[in-house]
């Protein structure tokens, strides 16, 4: 499912793939409005699938992120404001979430994306994170060339 869950580079939110085209995908917002639009290759659409994040040995896939920080708030929205947390209080929140995180190449944007990613995904009732993790083998390149 986290495949068909997008982010779009310069545009808030996540969208859900609805259609593709053969020049664009057409993509629906994942709030209240749900605005559909077409994505062009030229917008650097990525899907949540291929997200992961860096850890002082490897890298945790998103939906395993996703899964231990609803684990910690209870399935509700998160607590932390990110709006006014300082780069500290986002870190100290991040450390129990994914304790091993490389504080190197993880920044205080990265976490307040996840953090935002985790709270549309709430609200918008896709919490199952465990169905969106990426299966053993799956490949993002088998999945380009079943499409084509």
């Not at 664009?24 to 917008?43: C, G, T, W, Y």
């Not at 209870?74 to 490389?102: M, R, W, Y």
């Not at 009732?125 to 993002?140: Q, R, V, Y």
Request: negative net charge; glycine residues 4%; proline residues 4%.
């Amino acid at each position: 499912m986290l495949e068909t869950i997008l982010a779009i580079a310069g545009k808030p939110g996540l969208y859900k793939l609805v259609s593709r085209g053969k020049r664009n995908l057409i993509v629906e917002s994942i709030d209240d409005k749900h605005q559909r639009m077409p994505a062009f290759a030229a917008d650097r659409v990525i899907s949540l699938a291929d997200i992961a994040m860096y850890t002082d040995d490897k890298e945790v896939p998103l939906a395993d992120v996703l899964t231990s920080l609803k684990e910690k708030e209870n399935g509700q929205k998160c607590s932390l404001d990110i709006k006014t947390a300082s780069k500290q209080q986002l870190f100290d929140f991040f450390v129990e979430v994914l304790p091993s995180f490389d504080r190197d190449r993880v920044f205080p944007s990265d976490v307040k994306k996840l953090i935002q990613w985790y709270n549309i995904l709430i609200g918008a009732g896709l919490d199952d994170f465990s169905k969106m993790a990426p299966t053993e083998g799956d490949n993002i390149d088998d999945r380009k060339q079943a499409d084509e």
